[in-house]
């Protein structure tokens, strides 16, 4: 297998908007940045298809005092952040905005800053309606432009440690290549993760919420090399058109209705632009308890929506990248206006991640993670982007590089690892082992939780889990790379059972009938895991003001 090493200051793993911004601004402040990215950075990660919604904070839009708009930010989807974090995403969020803005991605509707959706009224709206469509093109050309060096179709999959993390080492996706990445600092930006639980359409590995290579290999790494991960026990389901699979449920404007035609919330009666239907987000077993009463299928109805909001809903839906589903409408003669589209909640997906700070910096020196690494969003990825950027660069002037001769023992057992994978003749195939890694999440880890289905769940795991590490096999560069992708997901699915099982409290989507009561004492505690001397180690921690 032919190696080739590269050299930098900063290494961005990842190519998504964390990924980009966090080599824009490192480039910018003189670091020597290197981007590598699994696909194409051009089109890459959740945000490839666009996005209408940047959430942010706006003095002139939201008053000159931050503090209510913190507050309302330190809880979200059960998942507890830091003040500290919060408010250093807040403070630099608008700055972001406007420099976005000035890059070509448009940030205003009809000249002014339009904020609507995920809201009721008495909230206090922080969702910016943005024309995001082709964000991607537009961050990858002021990354080229700066002159960073973006490296596509290689896949990170393991970090290299010495006394800190010095690098990275990964496959050329296409040919029989080892890339090693020496750095001086590396940030994470490889996203959520995906094939961890089945996709709504059963059988369909490749129709889950977002693309399937966003599977969570920055947590694996991060994990693997002892950093501290966090929130794992929390899971989320998000809604859309019913087998579509699409995320953007607050981009509609209607209403949702029962099978009865019935609206189900409390919150609006008719189309709202503004606020859109918050009873998908408010609500967690919406679909499970009208499906119980009689009263299903749920819909979003759209009709008696005015012009004007119709051309606003699907100008916004393109932003988004719903062009399929947009495609399908015209084709099937759907109207939206009057037709009500049946609804479903997708597959669960896991909050948590790598835990990071304020600026940036996780529990391993050297190493920077920012966006879904651990707190999804468009928005969060890029602020965390730019400040892991800011802070890899800042803190790599100075600091030397690592020598290639003291990694050289890891190196050549990674490498081992993938010649046994390209070399076996009997065929374990790399979506057999996925699907037998999504039923067991699915039967054991999946809305239900509790201490005897989570142990046997982790037993019927482990057992997976040895025998992929002896059958694994990859025929060639693309499926040795979603191979590796397989093996990260064990990882993470073992961490997630292990995190779900010490929540002994039901909690959100987190739903354990062997503890049904919310337990206050944890309000405000968070759960980290970590591996020390080869064992996960848990401990809780309180959240501070």
Not at 10 to 16: D, F, M, S
Not at 115 to 126: I, K, N, P, Q, V
Not at 417 to 434: F, H, P, Q, S, Y
Request: aromatic share 10%; proline share 4%; glycine share 10%.
């Amino acid at each position: 297998m032919k190696t080739d090493v590269i050299e930098a200051d900063v290494l961005c793993v990842g190519g998504g908007i964390a990924g980009l911004m966090a080599a824009i601004r490192a480039r910018e402040l003189g670091a020597k940045v290197v981007i590598a990215e699994k696909g194409n950075a051009l089109a890459s990660g959740s945000a490839r298809a666009g996005n209408d919604h940047f959430q942010c904070y706006i003095p002139e839009v939201h008053g000159p005092d931050i503090k209510p708009f913190i507050h309302q930010l330190q809880s979200h989807r059960g998942q507890i952040r830091d003040k500290k974090l919060a408010q250093a995403w807040a403070e630099r969020s608008f700055e972001i905005v406007k420099l976005w803005d000035s890059w070509g991605i448009p940030m205003k509707y009809e000249g002014r800053y339009e904020f609507a959706g995920h809201g009721y009224a008495g909230y206090r709206l922080d969702h910016l309606k943005y024309s995001g469509l082709k964000q991607k093109p537009i961050l990858v050309q002021e990354a080229t432009k700066r002159g960073v060096e973006i490296i596509n179709r290689v896949m990170i999959f393991d970090l290299l440690r010495d006394s800190g993390i010095v690098g990275a080492i990964g496959i050329n996706t296409r040919e029989d290549k080892l890339v090693i990445f020496l750095a001086k600092n590396v940030v994470l930006g490889t996203g959520f993760i995906t094939r961890l639980y089945p996709s709504p359409v059963h059988g369909r590995i490749n129709n889950p919420n977002f693309p399937i290579t966003v599977t969570g290999d920055g947590r694996a790494m991060a994990f693997r090399a002892g950093a501290e991960l966090v929130a794992l026990d929390m899971p989320y389901r998000h809604c859309g058109p019913k087998y579509f699979a699409r995320s953007g449920q607050a981009t509609w404007v209607g209403v949702i209705r029962d099978g009865q035609g019935k609206q189900v919330g409390p919150f609006v009666s008719s189309p709202d632009r503004k606020y859109g239907d918050v009873v998908l987000e408010t609500y967690p077993t919406l679909f499970e308890d009208v499906a119980t009463a009689g009263k299903g299928p749920v819909y979003m109805d759209c009709t008696g929506i005015s012009p004007e909001d119709y051309a606003y809903m699907i100008h916004f839906m393109k932003q988004e990248g719903y062009t399929s589903f947009l495609n399908y409408l015209a084709e099937e003669g759907i109207d939206l206006r009057v037709n009500p589209i049946e609804f479903m909640r997708y597959e669960i997906r896991v909050l948590g991640g790598v835990y990071y700070n304020e600026k940036a910096e996780t529990s391993l020196t050297g190493l920077y993670a920012a966006g879904d690494e651990l707190w999804g969003g468009i928005a969060n990825a890029a602020v965390f982007g730019w400040i892991a950027g800011e802070n890899a660069a800042t803190g790599a002037r100075g600091k030397q590089q690592s020598q290639l001769y003291t990694l050289q023992s890891f190196i050549e057992e990674k490498k081992q690892v993938l010649e046994k994978m390209k070399g076996r003749k009997a065929i374990t195939d790399w979506k057999d082992a996925n699907m037998a890694l999504q039923q067991i999440m699915n039967d054991y880890a999946g809305v239900v939780r509790s201490e005897t289905q989570l142990n046997a769940g982790l037993n019927a795991l482990r057992r997976l889990k040895t025998k992929v590490n002896t059958h694994l096999a990859a025929r060639n560069q693309w499926e040795l790379t979603r191979c590796l992708e397989t093996v990260n997901l064990l990882d993470l699915a073992e961490l997630v059972i292990v995190a779900a099982r010490e929540r002994k409290e039901t909690r959100g989507r987190h739903i354990r009938p062997d503890y049904p009561v919310t337990d206050p004492r944890l309000d405000k505690s968070r759960l980290f895991i970590k591996k020390v001397n080869d064992k996960i180690i848990t401990e809780w921690r309180t959240i501070q003001d």
